[in-house]
């Protein structure tokens, strides 16, 4: 132990013990009404005086059994079910179900609906990263950057209340298109809130990159190399912080993403540091494709011709797509009924979530929050 | 010195920033015409009866199956003022159970259920949140003159007035005949009788 506060307590107390010497771990619990733990989620903790020898995570909490579920329900219902599962990024998982079930009957959704889709995804994956940079800010102390995300939040959330109804359990997009098409001010709107966006995303960069407390704070903690987070299947910004510029995006292009121009942060170190920072340059990355896809935009059909109950033939299908956290896979059985055999999620924070304790063992309790937080994980997704 | 004035710049301008929250219960924030509330039924003012025909499409398709209906025969069919055979009985909609995804306004092939404005709904208990037939159109009723709402496309017409229809077009018939008897009548006295 080369800890220099303890071993300042041991020069200053000498124990004249009569019984057996030595120090005995102590066990914490952390959660599950912790509110740096993001919802429901226990953490045992096994502390040496503050610095953390072994976690024991405890999830289940929050468990619903979606994916059994999803046995009893059409394709059209199993959508809303799918809004529940990360429920900050709602677009970005309707997405993956819906391309899944068009890969499996081989349907093409119109350009237009595509490109409507890229949009909302966009616009989610920002509102997603403004709440993780606000609630990690809180995490550490910092009040102040929430207030000013959740305000830009909020006016995410009027627009896809203008687009589907709904601020966020949204069930718009569709087997072969998207519910309805957009509003007429939809453009001037959209673009116009690009722009608050960038003044809100550069404002919390502000407030928090160039924070000296924050830096320190961040800087070095959670290190995990990118060899290790290739092993332990991280993906998202977690894996990408570690080096790694792997994005399903990029690397398996599906919608219309292929004809769009934009980069892929990645980082170096693969501290908390460089997982917040990418996510403010992801978030900017989000704001120019948001601006490419509108100039795409043309007027057309919303909704390809099929049938309004989706059937598709027997066989299986994996379908993937780039969530704010990360790699979403959904794999479809389908015995050729209007409901799926069997379906299974690969849920990108549960796999995030697994290097945890390598993350956190030789740390302190206040850094096992800052490092919780940069996984930034959803435990709705986790439990399922 | 320079930072305190620095920070009193930041103060001053936060308390003349525009004020972005408003006090919940007080102030309401405008609601997007598209906002999805929780479910109502349709009033079709010209019949004078619900769009709803208890189809149960709605029911069939809901997520939740928060819903239950039952159809009867429709009174106002056999007296001829409406299309509709059968007609609604009951409806009910446990809101509780609602989870306002709006499939069934998207099954429903009568312009019957559309998700309204109303949002505000709270009970004390577990299951107090049903609302039946008489309520679920109060609330369309109000959904329908928020939002000025019209028909996708016009329902077909009724006995009464398909007769109407055809007595009119056969009065037409009958004056276009008569109008072109005596048109004929100048030239040739002989069709005139034909028509007749």
Redo the contacts between chains.
Sequence with gaps: MTDPVATQIEDKFTYQASSEPGTVDMMVNMGPQHPATHGVFRMELRVDGEQIQDVVPHIGYLHRGSEKLCEHELYSQIITLFDRFDYVSNFNNELVIVSAVEKLMGVEPPPRAELIRIIMCEFNRIASHLLFYGTFAIDMGAITPVLYNFRDREKIQSLFESVSGARMMHNYFRVGGVKEDVKDDFTSRALALCDELERGVDETDKLLTENEIFVERTTGIGVISGEDALDWGLSGPVLRASGVPYDVRVDEPYSRYSELDFGIPVGSAGDCWDRFYLRILEARESLSIIRQAMALLEPGDTMAQIRRIARPPAGEVYAHCENPRGDLGVYIVSDGGERPYRLKVRPPSFCNLQALKDLTVGHYIADAVVILGTLDIVLGEVDR | MLSGLKGLGVTLRGALRPK?TTEYPKEHLPI?????GFPALTWDSNRVEPYCTGCMVCVR?C?TQCMSAQMKDNDKFVEGDSHRKKIIESFEINLSRC?????CV??CNFDAIE?SHEHERSERLRNANRVDLPELLEMGKKYQAEVRWKQSKPSPASPNEKAEIKAVSEAKKASEADSEATNKQSEAPDSGEDAA
């Design positions: 972005v997007d015409e598209r906002f999805m398709y997520p989870i306002l995804c709006g499939i998207d099954v998700m």
